[in-house]
C-alpha cells in the first residue's frame, strides 16, 4: 500500500521545454489535487479533479495543464516551462465529498534554468 | 487576496516549552479548520482538525482554539520536543457546494518551528 506517489522527485528543465509530472494513488479516493509550495507562500493550488475525467481551475493554474483519464492518476503537464514554475510540487488526494482530510506525496522538485 | 493569515513565520521554542501559533480568516463561511504538519523534504500530513461548532478540540500534546467571533484560531503545541520541529500550515474550506468550489483548502504561509534540546 504505498498511499500517494509522485514521479519523479527531482527534475532539472531548461526555460521551454515541457514535462509531465505524475500522481498515482491506490487509496481509491474520488478527489485529488496538484499544489505548489514556494518559500513563504505556503501550498497554492493549481488545478484539481473531483473523479475521473473530470478537471478544474485552482488558484494558480496559468502554465500549467493536467488530465486525469483514470482515476488512480493524475498528470499535470508543463507545455513550456519558465523559471517561475521552479518550486516543489505535491499531489494530495481526498476520500471524497464528505471527508476533508489530504493525503500528500512526498513532492516533486523542479529547478527551470 | 490572501484568506488566512498565519503568523508567526518563524518560531524558536524550549524544550518543554509551549508552542503557539496563530490564523486568522476572513470568509464566514469557512467551516472546516485544519493543522498540517511538514518535516523537511516531506508531504504535508493532517495533525488536527477542527469545526466551528466547538472551541476547541485536543489531541495528546496537540491543542486547536477557535473563536468563531474574531474569526481567529490557534495551535498550541504543549511540552514541546525537539521532533515536533517542523513547519506547521493552518488552512480552511467551506462548505461542499459552495460556488462550486468543492471545498478546497485555502492555507496559510506556514510557521517554522524550531524547538531547542
Known amino acids: 500500500n504505498a498511499g500517494v506517489t509522485q514521479t519523479p522527485k527531482f527534475r532539472v528543465l531548461k526555460t521551454g521545454q515541457s514535462m509531465t509530472l505524475l500522481c498515482a494513488q491506490d487509496m481509491n479516493h474520488e478527489y485529488m489535487y496538484w499544489y505548489r509550495q514556494d518559500p513563504g507562500m505556503g501550498l497554492r493550488l493549481i488545478h484539481y479533479?473531483?473523479?475521473?475525467?473530470?478537471?478544474a481551475k485552482g488558484e494558480v493554474p496559468d502554465g500549467y495543464n493536467v488530465s486525469r483519464l483514470k482515476k488512480q492518476n493524475f498528470l499535470l503537464g508543463l507545455e513550456s516551462a519558465a523559471p517561475s514554475q521552479t518550486s516543489v510540487y505535491f499531489c494530495?488526494?481526498?476520500?471524497?465529498?464528505?471527508?476533508?482530510?489530504?493525503?500528500f506525496g512526498p513532492g516533486t522538485r523542479l529547478t527551470v534554468l | 487576496q490572501q484568506q488566512v493569515k498565519q503568523s508567526p513565520q518563524s518560531l524558536i521554542v524550549q524544550k518543554g516549552g509551549i508552542s503557539i501559533i496563530n490564523c486568522a480568516y476572513e470568509n464566514t463561511a469557512f467551516d472546516y479548520f485544519p493543522w498540517y504538519q511538514q518535516f523537511p523534504g516531506k508531504g504535508p500530513a493532517l495533525l488536527i482538525a477542527i469545526r466551528p461548532d466547538v472551541s476547541e478540540k485536543k489531541e495528546g500534546r496537540f491543542t486547536i482554539s477557535f473563536n468563531k467571533s474574531a474569526k481567529q484560531f490557534s495551535l498550541h503545541i504543549m511540552d514541546s520536543q525537539p521532533g515536533d520541529s517542523a513547519t506547521y500550515f493552518c488552512?480552511?474550506?467551506?462548505?461542499?457546494?459552495?460556488?462550486?468550489?468543492?471545498?478546497?483548502?485555502?492555507f496559510g504561509k506556514g510557521t517554522k518551528l524550531s524547538v531547542k534540546p
Open positions: 494530495a488526494t481526498q476520500p471524497g465529498q464528505g471527508a476533508k482530510e489530504q493525503f
Open positions: 488552512a480552511a474550506s467551506r462548505a461542499l457546494n459552495y460556488g462550486g468550489s468543492q471545498g478546497n483548502l485555502i
Open positions: 479533479s473531483v473523479g475521473e475525467g473530470t478537471t
